[in-house]
């Protein structure tokens, strides 16, 4: 127990913020990875599970250790304001005065656990997570939890949030000057231009991410600021439930009122299309409602603060604009319905809705995920999206069909595997599974925040534009080559046999097609092992082994899963309609490892030489603007 007390002395000491921020790093100097990432999840799950009231500062360690890119200057003096406004984006605006956290899977828990009146407590929102929390209005927040895959997206948020806090509050303490200008402001005073921009000056941040602060905050920053400056956050994080048992039930209980609806349509044994996709987009394209609302959608524009929506309306109406009338009104309709006030003119959209078959279930329980059931056979075709027609206006005619759209927001990680079960469970007869957003990880269990550049033992250094550029360029070249292997695969023979040739020539171009197929495969590996990762570019030489021996180790194991699904899987019998999806992600999984041995084999060989592998050819250790090129490694 003093070991604990000392530990969080440790952590909450004021003056300094470089001392909370110092990190256990492993002996030999390695930038952390997915070792360290596992421990992390560990660490906080086992504490949460087993030893009530856990303060954030405990959990620095681990965090600082897991190295997130999305934190990646956690260890810096001065502020990350990239991570701290990605952290405030994902937590109510009420987290400036909170203190206490609780993190449970449903009312009954937290009536269990003290709070009889948390579901009197105020519905509080985070515009970058679709999450019901509820605050007293004092100093605690409780949230329903849904899924592993919420504590992996929560819990880095508020670590990574009383971190940056807590940098700020450390300099503000240091500075007379600076905790003068924000009591200034706070009271009311109006600062010059120049004080305000010393302000962020002495807070160590550069004029964007300054003027960042500033609109996250909007007018609340010097109130905040103040704040920032009185106290230190220590945060407690407790959690209430938190089994996987409660997890299936929470998934359970919110699929329970669909399960009526499709009963009460006697839809059970109809087919069923699952998306999952945002709740605004396919009612607007199939009902109608934005268009038949055109006059008072344009003028909601126009009386409006949005810059951007009053352009392209002038843009279109000049005649001037390559979008069309249906996507302005699409983007005007989601702030129109949903300003407050509106209760009435939401009513007669869910009335008009409900008369062509679609209906809407709220979100119940911790599931914050709301849910749409659309019968096809009362669709009017007269209403559709025009983008849905032919171009002679003829839309397709979808009232002869019995089947039925079964429609859910955009879920979170292992919350979409979970409901994507749920509903596979609940339905005899699914047609079709079309899965977009997050909702695509399914089986994945770390959140955003976890994301690393963990092969070569790289921190992602590049800017906001190279790295997406990249990200765009090595995704472009992922499509042209699946395009390249699926015309070697299925398109070559056809085009063989059309053209007649010489069954001896035709035999051996059949045969050459794998061979072509591997060499594509590696050369693809290749420039992603070359261009991927955040560091000095290796030779060919360096990157061509791992490429090779991925693509051999890719070809035998996809032939081996493809002989064990065959013969000793029971995908279909355990998943039914969804065995072939399972199955799919299964491959892809694998192939993902097959891909990270590659390049651990390749960062490994660059590790084990102490010759200069990057493009520099003779520049020094230390040098070289890649890790494993700048540092030799243990001989196994």
């Known amino acids: 127990m003093a070991q604990a007390t000392d530990f969080e002395?440790?952590?909450?000491?004021?003056?300094?913020?470089?001392?909370?921020?110092?990190?256990?790093?492993?002996?030999?100097?390695?930038?952390?990875?997915?070792?360290?990432?596992?421990?992390?999840?560990?660490?906080?799950?086992?504490?949460?599970?087993?030893?009530?009231?856990?303060?954030?500062?405990?959990?620095?360690?681990?965090?600082l250790t897991a190295s997130s890119s999305l934190h990646a200057?956690?260890?810096?003096?001065?502020?990350?304001?990239?991570?701290?406004?990605?952290?405030?984006?994902?937590?109510?605006?009420?987290?400036?005065?909170?203190?206490?956290?609780?993190?449970?899977?449903?009312a009954r828990g937290f009536r269990r656990a003290g709070h009889p009146d948390v579901d009197a407590w105020e519905i509080v929102s985070a515009p970058g997570r679709r999450r019901r929390w509820r605050y007293d209005g004092a100093q605690t927040l409780a949230v329903t939890i849904a899924s592993a895959s919420d504590l992996d997206d929560l819990v880095p948020s508020i670590v990574a949030y009383q971190l940056e806090w807590n940098k700020m509050h450390g300099i503000i303490a240091d500075d007379a000057l600076l905790r003068d200008l924000i009591g200034r402001a706070a009271r009311g005073e109006q600062l010059s231009t120049d004080e305000t921009a010393e302000v962020g000056a002495r807070l160590l941040l550069d004029t964007a991410s300054w003027q960042r602060l500033q609109?996250?905050?909007?007018?609340?920053?010097?109130?905040?600021?103040?704040?920032?400056a009185s106290q230190r956050k220590r945060m407690m994080l407790r959690m209430i439930g938190g089994t996987h048992l409660g997890n299936a039930r929470a998934t359970h209980q919110w699929w329970a009122p669909a399960e009526r609806v499709l009963h009460d349509l006697h839809a059970i044994d109809r087919p069923v299309y699952f998306v999952s996709s945002n709740t605004h987009s396919i009612v607007n394209i199939l009902s109608g409602t934005s268009r038949r609302r055109k006059a008072e959608l344009i003028d909601f524009i126009r009386q409006g603060n949005s810059a951007d929506l009053k352009e392209e309306l002038a843009q279109l109406e000049a005649g001037n604009s390559r979008s069309n009338w249906e996507n302005l009104l699409y983007f005007a309709a989601r702030p129109y319905f949903a300003k407050s006030g509106r209760e009435k003119e939401r009513q007669a959209r869910s009335r008009e809705e409900l008369q062509i078959g679609i209906h809407h279930i709220d979100p119940q329980g911790p599931v914050d995920v709301g849910i749409q059931i659309?019968?096809?056979?009362?669709?009017?075709?007269?209403q559709f999206d025009p983008r849905l027609c032919d171009d002679h206006g003829v839309c397709l005619d979808p009232r002869a069909s019995d089947a039925i759209i079964v429609n859910v927001n955009y879920?979170?990680?292992?919350?979409?595997?979970?409901?994507?079960?749920?509903?596979?469970?609940?339905?005899?007869?699914?047609?079709?599974?079309?899965?977009?957003?997050?909702?695509?990880?399914?089986?994945?269990?770390?959140?955003?925040?976890?994301?690393?550049?963990?092969?070569?033992?790289?921190?992602?250094?590049?800017?906001?534009?190279?790295?997406?550029?990249?990200?765009?360029?090595?995704?472009?070249?992922?499509?042209?080559?699946?395009?390249v292997a699926l015309s070697l695969v299925a398109a070559l023979p056809a085009i063989l046999g059309w053209l007649w040739l010489p069954s001896g020539l035709e035999a051996t171009l059949r045969y050459?097609?794998?061979?072509?197929?591997?060499?594509?495969?590696?050369?693809?590996?290749?420039?992603?092992?070359?261009?991927?990762?955040?560091?000095?570019?290796?030779?060919?030489?360096?990157?061509?082994?791992?490429?090779?021996?991925?693509?051999?180790?890719?070809?035998?194991?996809?032939?081996?899963?493809?002989?064990?699904?065959s013969n000793f899987a029971s995908y279909n019998e355990t998943y039914g309609a969804l065995g072939a999806v399972i199955v799919l992600l299964m491959w892809f999984y694998l192939t993902a490892y097959v891909v990270l041995i590659g390049g651990e084999l390749n960062a490994e060989m660059e590790h084990q030489t102490a010759r200069d592998t990057t493009e520099r050819r003779g520049a020094p250790l230390g040098q070289r603007g890649a890790y494993v090129a700048d540092t030799v490694g243990a001989v196994p």
């Open 411 to 483: 879920p979170l990680g292992l919350s979409a595997y979970n409901i994507l079960s749920q509903v596979g469970m609940s339905t005899d007869e699914l047609q079709g599974i079309y899965v977009l957003g997050k909702a695509a990880t399914l089986n994945g269990r770390i959140g955003d925040v976890m994301i690393s550049n963990v092969v070569y033992d790289e921190q992602e250094t590049r800017g906001f534009i190279s790295f997406n550029a990249m990200a765009v360029a090595l995704t472009l070249g992922g499509i042209i080559s699946a395009i």
């Open 73 to 106: 200057g956690a260890e810096e003096a001065a502020p990350d304001l990239n991570a701290f406004i990605y952290s405030a984006q994902r937590i109510p605006e009420s987290i400036v005065n909170v203190t206490d956290i609780l993190l449970g899977q449903s």
């Open 512 to 565: 050459l097609r794998w061979p072509l197929l591997g060499v594509a495969v590696v050369l693809g590996l290749g420039v992603l092992y070359r261009y991927g990762p955040s560091r000095e570019k290796a030779r060919w030489q360096w990157v061509s082994w791992g490429a090779v021996v991925a693509t051999v180790l890719w070809l035998i194991v996809s032939a081996g899963f493809s002989y064990y699904v």
């Open 374 to 382: 659309i019968e096809l056979a009362q669709l009017d075709p007269s």
């Open 9 to 63: 002395a440790e952590h909450e000491r004021p003056p300094t913020a470089e001392r909370e921020m110092r990190a256990p790093i492993s002996p030999n100097g390695r930038v952390p990875g997915k070792r360290e990432v596992d421990l992390y999840v560990r660490t906080y799950t086992t504490l949460l599970q087993s030893s009530g009231a856990v303060p954030v500062s405990t959990l620095i360690p681990a965090h």
């Open 215 to 228: 609109s996250v905050w909007g007018a609340a920053v010097w109130k905040n600021l103040e704040l920032v």
